[in-house]
């Protein structure tokens, strides 16, 4: 019996000593946050874009005459004169159609000397009848057809000097189309492009093809950025911009904001306006056609209180009321940050001022630099602490 007894007190002893070990180990709550301060330096404000770079003045180089390029006197890359000859369209055809044009001149330049020769010739027939006339010699239906014939004759010669004039100016636009088969750059500048080759035809019928473009001057150039229509309003001109290029990763590029453009473009129901930004390329590192990722610095404050973006989101475990409370009080511009008084937070009112890359300024009574707030631990969760226990969870 007393076997059993110490038997049962054993098997007792056993499970209360098992529910101990395998039940829900007692946790507490670690801090939810880590710490930070206050800081003082400068912020500056910026918004972002992507743009391309171009030159700032460029000229299209076309052709106003259909023909086949005979040669060409310039390629990509070449630097290029006012005036200089780049191209040569054949001039055959052309100086076929100017000879026939001087030849016209010439036949109608020669009707009109056989016309004033026949008014000559009408005039001095009206006299001799009209002298008849006069004299009562001949009927005055003779003197009135010879007065007749010497007004047609007058206007006939009016007829070939328009013609000559007509001739004229046929012949001076054909040689103006002649003069168009040679093609000269318009500006001081380096070809940038190149699309025709030797023996290739150009049409010149409805628009004029293109043959070259021009570049005035790489040592100066522009980006054209997109910025979206929630920041547009942030942006003026002769504010700083820096920008990246994908072909110069750790060098960062420096220009300034030239033009805000008033044409919206509408991309995926984003609408975004054109920022023309000058930049100066003295070392012509930079190439027309690169993407820039630009930062436009709309607003720059020095040596303010600065405190991580995360501080002003940072919410603890009080309740739910008490944060409500907190909350209402706010005013426009106001936020709360967190200050650690040994292991007690404290909520601080304190007003935002410009938004940086990473952190925010701050300011308000109570507030100064090294001061200890909190900001959310980087893994979201309370993390629980075990004292005691076995957990097969």
């Not at 946050?33 to 972002?48: A, C, F, L």
């Not at 004759?153 to 001076?172: G, P, Y």
């Not at 820096?242 to 509408?266: C, E």
């Not at 820039?292 to 303010?304: F, P």
């Amino acid at each position: 019996m007393i076997k059993l007894s110490t038997g049962i007190l054993l098997l007792v002893a056993l499970i209360a000593g098992g529910w101990y070990l395998l039940r829900e180990p007692d946790t507490e709550e670690a801090p939810v946050y880590s710490r930070t301060q206050v800081r003082q330096g400068d912020i500056t404000d910026v918004v972002s874009a992507t743009g391309t770079l171009s030159p700032i003045n460029t000229v299209l180089v076309g052709s106003q005459v259909s023909g086949t390029i005979q040669h060409l006197f310039a390629d990509f890359n070449d630097q290029v004169k006012q005036g200089q000859l780049i191209a040569q369209i054949d001039p055959a055809i052309f100086n076929a159609k100017l000879a026939e044009a001087q030849a016209n001149l010439k036949n109608a330049e020669a009707a009109r000397d056989k016309a004033w020769i026949d008014v000559l010739d009408t005039e001095r027939e009206y006299e001799r009848q009209n002298d008849l006339q006069q004299r009562k010699l001949v009927a005055e239906s003779v003197a009135d057809a010879a007065r007749f014939a010497t007004q047609a004759a007058r206007m006939e010669h009016k007829l070939q000097v328009a013609s000559v004039a007509q001739a004229s100016a046929a012949l001076e636009r054909e040689q103006v189309n002649l003069d168009y088969t040679s093609i000269h750059a318009p500006i001081n500048g380096v070809i940038i492009s190149r699309d025709v080759d030797v023996g290739q035809t150009v049409a010149a019928s409805l628009q004029a093809p293109t043959l070259f473009t021009i570049a005035n001057d790489l040592s100066r150039m522009q980006v054209e950025a997109d910025v979206d229509e929630a920041f547009i309003g942030q942006v003026r001109e002769g504010q700083t911009v820096s920008f990246t290029v994908f072909a110069y990763p750790q060098r960062q590029f420096s220009g300034s904001v030239a033009q805000v453009r008033l044409q919206p473009t509408v991309e995926a129901g984003v609408v975004k306006y054109n920022c023309i930004i000058h930049v100066d390329n003295a070392d012509l590192a930079l190439k027309p056609g690169m993407t820039a990722t630009v930062s436009i610095e709309v607003a720059q404050r020095d040596n303010v209180l600065t405190v991580p973006h995360a501080a002003l989101r940072y919410v603890p475990s009080w309740p739910q009321e008490e944060l409500e409370q907190l909350r209402e009080g706010l005013g426009s511009g106001e936020a709360i940050l967190w200050q650690l008084d040994g292991d007690t937070l404290k909520p601080l009112t304190v007003t935002t001022g410009i938004i940086g890359e990473k952190v925010t300024e701050v300011g308000g009574p109570g507030l100064a630099e090294g001061m200890t707030i909190a900001v959310p631990l980087k893994r979201e969760g309370a993390k629980r602490s075990r004292r005691f226990g076995l957990s097969l969870v």
